[in-house]
Structures are given as C-alpha cells and as structure tokens.
C-alpha cells in the first residue's frame, strides 16, 4: 500500500540556519503530495502542496519539489526563525477516490535563538 | 477563509457519557473527515462523508457514531468510550473528496476519557 516515510527527528538548528527535512514515499499511480505543520496545542495546517510531477509547492518562505525520479518530496527553509519550531508532517493522497491522507510520522523541529 | 471550527476544545467524559463532538465549515466543501491522534503520532483517519453520505469508515469501534445533517456540519457521538480513547480529535474538510483537492483542518477537540 502506499507509504510515506520522514526523517526521524527531533531538529534542533540555530536561527537563521538552512531547514531540510527529508520525505520519500511510496505509491501507485501519481498521488499528491503535502507538507502539514502543527504547532503545540494546535491542529494540522497546511503549509504547502504539489499534484504533479516537477511541481515546487512554496509557502512562507517553505519549499518542496514533487521528484518523481526519486519519489522525494523533501521540505526546505532558507533562514528558520523560532517561531517555526513545531512538528511538520509529509503526506500523500493517492491517485484513488478514497481522499485518505497518508502521513509521514512527523519530524519535530526546534530552532534555538 | 479556509476555516473550520470544531467544539469543544476540551472535554472530559466518563465511560458511561453520552457526548458529541461537532464540526463546523463553510467553505462550500463536500467532503468532511474525522481524524484521531494520538501523542506524537500523526493522525489516523476515522471517517469520510462525501456529499452528506458516509464514504468511509475505516473499521471505527461502533461507540464512535458519526453523523453528517447537513452540508456544512459534522458531528461525531461518542458513547461508552475507552481510557484508551483520549486523543486529539481532528475533523476536515476539503472541496471534494478525491485527489487533488487539499483537506483542511479545524484545531481539534481534546479528549480525555476517564
């Protein structure tokens, strides 16, 4: 069945350090792909998504590209701050009717000043 | 506005309890999920309702009963529950039920069962 798999964390950077949390998943057909964040105490929020293949989701400063070759959807920041310290979530929703998110197990990120 | 709201945030029941926990969207979505997450887990998928009809139940214990009135609302009955049971419970929402369309979340109702 289809799979997604994160980097374990927790992530502990500096402010200002480059972000890169790896995401490589497994399915059939071409699914589509997300980032979630939550924050402590907070629902899922999403950060940012792509459908097809050689796709760049990007928001608040966030960025991932769809990489079929490599079925790789790895999220990237440029400068973290504190305020992005929070647990981030890869998923995919198949190619199937179902809508059925299928999570990475989170990597926790926290970004010291 | 991407926003759904859940009741309550918090809420404290026994085993023997009747409750309901409700969602809320006003997007004009036509597909509504429940989710359950544990701590430090990443949600699990309980429920979907496309077009007010029950689309998927993923072998959810019969004491969750969910209930869909009307386009904009979701409800989930809770009844004779488990310690095991407390969780965050998160509904969504999203345009329709199939992919691409990305599912949006309301902030959660925090079950404690004891």
């Known amino acids: 069945g289809d799979s997604v798999t994160q980097m374990e964390g927790p992530v502990t950077l500096s402010e200002e350090a480059f972000l890169t949390i790896n995401c490589t998943y497994t399915a059939t057909g071409y699914p589509s792909l997300f980032w979630y964040v939550q924050y402590p105490g907070e629902g899922l929020q999403l950060l940012l998504k792509?459908?097809?293949?050689?796709d760049k989701g990007s928001n608040k400063g966030f960025e991932a590209t769809y990489r079929k070759e490599t079925t790789s959807f790895h999220l990237e920041k440029g400068s973290v701050q504190v305020s992005d310290s929070a647990v981030y979530f890869c998923a995919l929703v198949g190619s199937g009717n179902t809508g059925k998110l299928i999570f990475g197990q989170g990597t926790t990120l926290q970004v010291k000043p | 506005d991407t926003e759904v709201t859940q009741t309550p945030k918090h809420l404290v029941m026994g085993m023997t309890n009747k409750k309901s926990l409700k969602c809320e969207q006003h997007m004009g979505h036509r597909a509504m999920y429940w989710y359950k997450q544990k701590a430090k887990k990443p949600p699990e998928l309980m429920f979907v309702y496309s077009y007010e009809k029950l689309s998927i139940n993923e072998s959810v214990p019969s004491r969750f009963s969910p209930e869909c009135p009307n386009s904009s609302l979701l409800n989930l009955h809770l009844h004779a529950l488990q310690p095991e049971d407390s969780a965050l419970y998160l509904c969504?929402?999203?345009?329709?039920?199939?992919?691409?369309?990305?599912?949006?979340f309301g902030p959660g109702t925090r079950l404690t069962v004891t």
């Open positions: 792509a459908t097809k293949a050689d």
């Open positions: 969504a929402s999203s345009e329709r039920q199939t992919t691409p369309y990305e599912q949006y």
